[in-house]
T-cell receptor, first 112, second 118 residues
């Protein structure tokens, strides 16, 4: 099983809302990632968690707040977003050794 | 910092023909991994093939194979017997190994949009 599950698939929110994106994997992977992908562009790394500790934050604005409650779950809390934050948000996970990142299907976010 | 360059924004190929997608990269690391991912309109990022830099043998996966030239920092993808289902955006990607608790993300090229003509 190489499945990474992201919910919700679509999300529409206003600039004053608070929402959360969820990502789950049961492959025993110890690294989890958030990427942001704008239309017709490659994914851009936002955050990396390794062994449930934040190891990389690519200078992401504080209106994005990641959380890794346990080794299987990764959340991205959203608050006071801007319309330019509208994008596809991809979650991925990987393990040491094979070094393959497995991606979820993404959450399509629209900020109005 | 590492960079990945895909110089072909779009490629078109007839069904059943062979097509090669180009990728070059720049890094000062000696140990790293290279990947080709495809992203169809359904937006799921799917691994196509993986190459370990310390292995000289080119990776193959069924109709997909790579030409890895480490000295030239080149990593091209060949798709044989192209099928309609191969139509997608193809991204070349690089990463250093995840080991010892330290993880790094993927660095992607800008992508090549592959069109399969019936």
């Amino acid at each position: 099983d190489t499945e990474v599950t992201q919910t919700p698939k679509h999300l529409v929110m206003g600039m004053t809302n608070k929402k959360s994106l969820k990502c789950e994997q049961h492959m025993g992977h110890r690294a989890m990632y958030w990427y942001k992908q704008k239309a017709k562009k490659p994914p851009e790394l936002m955050f990396v968690y390794s062994y449930e500790k934040l190891s990389i934050n690519e200078s992401v604005p504080s209106r994005f707040s990641p959380e890794c409650p346990n080794s299987s779950l990764l959340n991205l809390h959203l608050h006071a977003l801007q319309p330019e934050d509208s994008a596809l948000y991809l979650c991925a996970s990987s393990q040491e050794g094979p070094n393959i990142q497995y991606f979820g299907a993404g959450t399509r976010l629209s900020v109005l | 910092a590492q960079t990945v360059t895909q110089s072909q924004p779009e490629m078109s190929v007839q069904e059943a023909e062979t097509v090669t997608l180009s990728c070059t990269y720049d890094t000062s690391e000696s140990d790293y991994y290279l990947f080709w991912y495809k992203q169809p309109p359904s937006r799921q990022m799917i691994l196509v093939i993986r190459q370990e830099a310390y292995k000289q043998q080119n990776a193959t996966e069924n109709r997909f194979s790579v030409n890895f030239q480490k000295a030239a920092k080149s990593f091209s993808l060949k798709i044989s017997d192209s099928q309609l289902g191969d139509a997608a955006m193809y991204f070349c990607a690089y990463r250093i190994p995840y080991s010892g608790g330290g993880a790094d993300g993927l660095t992607f090229g800008k992508g090549t949009h592959l069109i399969i003509q019936p």
